[in-house]
């Protein structure tokens, strides 16, 4: 049945920054399809065991694990532990992100490491630690951003890590092809989410940034979500190397 090749069941997710925002919906939406989710957070630990009782609470198994990605050794803890507790791991989805700026001439070395760290390297470790483990036909999905396509006024720091991802991801396609690993990313534009609340809770400054994407809305986290489902599943199983735009429209690269 075409349902069938939609369906995660008993396959093991690690979701970086799951405990809010994408994360979050990513991994109910995993749980859904039938996957078990490693819930990965580094401070809310409240939001990381909330979304763990909704998980519960839906029939599905998840694993809170703190962790920063910053830190190969934290990330090679994630995935030791997720085999501990699931016995493996197929999907990776790198979510984890800080979206922080400053006009360059006033950006200090803090906030530029801070986003890299973050962003990037955190890709990096995460990827690096989990393809010992991977079984075969692993997925991993990365969360980019428009910024990393386009670049952003502001945010410098920011789009070039996102650009890096983007890079990495592409590369990270043709290296892992020979073991069945299927490598994507997801590009969204504006996301109403923690990350960006302080944005769009001025009327004037949401209705300006609605007015710049065609379809007319910001994207829910679901939003982004469901692609990352996809792109999980068996209905993109000969698709690698690609970058998804979720942005209503608002950025259209070819």
């Known amino acids: 049945m075409l349902s069938d090749s939609l369906n995660l069941h008993d396959r093991v997710a690690i979701i970086t920054g799951a405990s809010r925002g994408i994360g979050r919906a990513t991994a109910k939406r995993l749980v859904e399809a039938g996957a078990n989710v490693v819930i990965n957070y580094v401070r809310d630990e409240e939001g990381a065991l909330q979304l763990l009782k909704e998980v519960e609470a ?6 809170p694990v703190q962790g920063d990605v910053r830190n190969l050794s934290d990330a090679e803890r994630i995935v030791n532990r ?6 493996g791991v197929d999907i990776l989805i790198c979510n984890a992100g800080v979206w922080e ?3 360059i001439e006033r950006m200090g070395e803090d906030v530029w490491a801070r986003t890299m760290d973050i962003n990037l390297k955190g890709t990096w470790t995460m990827c690096r630690a989990v393809l010992p483990f991977f079984k075969e036909c692993g997925r991993i999905v990365v969360v980019s951003s428009t910024a990393g396509q386009r670049g952003e006024a502001n945010y410098s720091n920011y789009a070039a890590a996102k650009g890096g991802q983007i890079s990495f991801v592409k590369s990270l396609a043709v290296e892992l092809a020979p073991r069945s690993v299927n490598v994507n990313a997801i590009a969204p534009g504006w996301v109403d989410t923690e990350m960006t609340a302080l944005e769009l809770a001025d009327p004037a400054r949401r209705a300006k940034i609605e007015k710049a994407i065609p379809l007319g809305r910001v994207a829910t986290a679901d939003d982004v979500a469901l692609p990352i489902l996809f792109l999980c599943s068996d209905w993109a199983r000969h698709i690698t190397g690609e970058v998804l735009s979720v942005n209503g429209g608002s950025v259209l690269c070819g």
């Open 82 to 87: 997720a085999i501990e507790e699931f016995g």
């Open 101 to 103: 700026g400053a006009p």
């Open 58 to 63: 839906a029939g599905g198994r998840a694993l």
